[in-house]
């Protein structure tokens, strides 16, 4: 192990093993600002070291730029910035230069201020004042075979470089370089969706937090039967995002199904939620919800039960179809292979789930710095005979999934189809996946049994 590996290792033992003020003994440990910037920074150092060559000897890409203007950003660019940069400054250039023969990236920046340790910049002013021809010069003086930028037609995340920068760049670059310019797309996913050691040992202390905020929400120190509605419930989990000090990367949702004629449907569960509807004993509640912590995100929906008077558990069919939806997960994880795209892992899901008589579809996507992520999407659930672009990308190891889906199942006694929509966040090592901080496999109840009390 490397001194910078095993610094950073002692780093994370201290900040989230000792408490620094008291918490909700139940809660995981949370850090101050001060501390998340020295976690991110030495986050970004260790990928810088570990995850980038690998990626860009993979694509075969010798030099990848990055760059983008203030307010404008590249969305991986982002990703690349120390902690206390919030954007991009003036006009930011980062560059990544493999020299071969297994010597170390060469990492700096065209840019007027230092990016971090990591990109310190390398362009001088006084000697050359033109920003732009300095990056040509030093492109020149490296000579690289292939020029990565972002630009992508399939995934939206390693498509972040502007029209206007890449015009630019091609105005300067001398003729014999302009033809050695190629997309940097599998650079910026491989990037993007390779967690490493470091990040997957406080990964589930996040999806804790975020489990830990769900159960809280669907308890009876929310909701009130018969008076809380379901966006007071929404907005709840809006506000105790912040009072933690959390970010949302998306507004969460509180659907209900009931005993009633109203059918399931998928565009008003993704989309068109109605706004009001007053919680009741016997309602099935179901939430969409995730936070964003240390450039990590989380994406997670479970159900909850109301019970009815003389109550005191979810009644057995609805467990029943909880467990009909666990088991459309576990078939589902199980043909993760490494090299097979999303279309393949898609269609031999589906096959097994018609084999065995379940009704069900995957619209499951990858999860880390952003929360619908790079990597392979593995079904819309408008596109269950796949996703072309977006599901031809194979599986790599050391990737993380947001394992979303749904299973149908016919309740008699409500006359009508439910869906139990599961969500859970899981990583995939290579061989195995394994879900971050566990798995909802029962119904959470509103109240919950007290002890000793029947």
């Known amino acids: 192990m490397t001194n910078q590996k095993s610094a950073l290792t002692l780093l994370l033992l201290f900040l989230f093993c000792f408490p620094v003020v008291a918490q909700n003994p139940y809660f995981p440990k949370t850090l101050d600002m ?9 986050w970004l150092e260790e990928r810088v070291e570990t995850v980038l060559p690998e990626v860009m000897r993979r694509a075969g890409v010798d030099m990848w730029l990055v760059m ?13 910035l120390p902690a206390t940069w919030q954007s991009a400054r003036r006009t930011t250039m980062l560059i990544a230069y493999d020299p071969g023969d297994g010597k170390p990236l060469e990492t700096f920046g065209v840019s007027r201020y230092d990016t971090g340790k990591t990109f310190k910049t390398i362009w001088n002013k006084e000697e050359q004042p033109d920003q732009w021809k300095a990056l040509a010069e030093i492109i020149a003086a490296k000579d690289p075979a292939k020029i990565g930028i972002n630009k992508s037609e399939t995934f939206a995340l390693a498509d972040g470089l502007s029209s206007t920068l890449y015009d630019k760049l091609m105005e300067v670059l001398p003729g014999n370089y302009r033809s050695r310019v190629v997309s940097a797309e599998n650079v910026a996913i491989g990037w993007l969706e390779t967690r490493t050691p470091s ?3 406080v990964y589930p202390n996040i ?16 909701i009130q039967p018969g008076v809380t509605t379901t966006n007071d419930v929404v907005w709840w989990y809006r506000n105790r995002i912040r009072e933690l000090g959390f970010t949302a990367w998306f507004h969460p949702s509180v659907e209900i199904q009931r005993a009633d004629t109203k059918k399931f449907d998928h565009l008003q569960a993704f989309s068109e939620n109605p706004d009001e509807q007053v919680i009741l004993p016997g309602d099935l509640l179901h939430v969409d919800f995730g936070i964003t912590y240390l450039r990590l995100n989380t994406d997670t929906q479970q159900h909850a039960y109301v019970l009815q008077p003389g109550e005191t558990a979810a009644p057995p069919y609805l467990k029943a179809a909880f467990k009909t939806a666990n088991r459309v997960q576990d078939i589902f994880t199980s043909n993760f292979k490494a ?11 589906l096959a097994q789930f018609k084999a065995e008589g379940l009704k069900a579809s995957i619209y499951t996507h990858p999860l880390g710095f952003h929360g619908h992520a790079a990597g392979p999407t593995i079904g819309l659930w408008d596109q269950q005979d796949g996703v072309p672009g977006a599901g031809d990308y194979p599986l790599y190891a050391n990737t993380a999934y947001a394992i979303e889906l749904n299973a149908a ?10 869906r139990i929509m599961l969500e859970e966040d899981a990583f995939f090592d290579g061989d195995t996946v394994r879900y971050i901080d566990g798995r909802q496999t029962e119904l959470f109840t509103i ?8």
């Open 447 to 454: 109240p919950r049994a007290l002890p000793g009390v029947e």
């Open 409 to 418: 199942v016919t309740i008699s006694e409500w006359n009508k189809e439910i």
């Open 199 to 201: 990040e997957i040992i």
């Open 34 to 42: 001060q501390q998340r910037a020295e976690v991110v920074n030495a």
């Open 68 to 80: 983008a203007r203030e307010y404008n950003e590249d969305p991986v660019i982002k990703t690349l």
């Open 207 to 222: 999806v804790r937090m975020a489990h830990q905020i769900i159960a809280e929400g669907f308890s009876e120190k929310v």
């Open 339 to 349: 090299g097979l795209s999303g279309n393949d892992i898609l269609k031999a899901a």
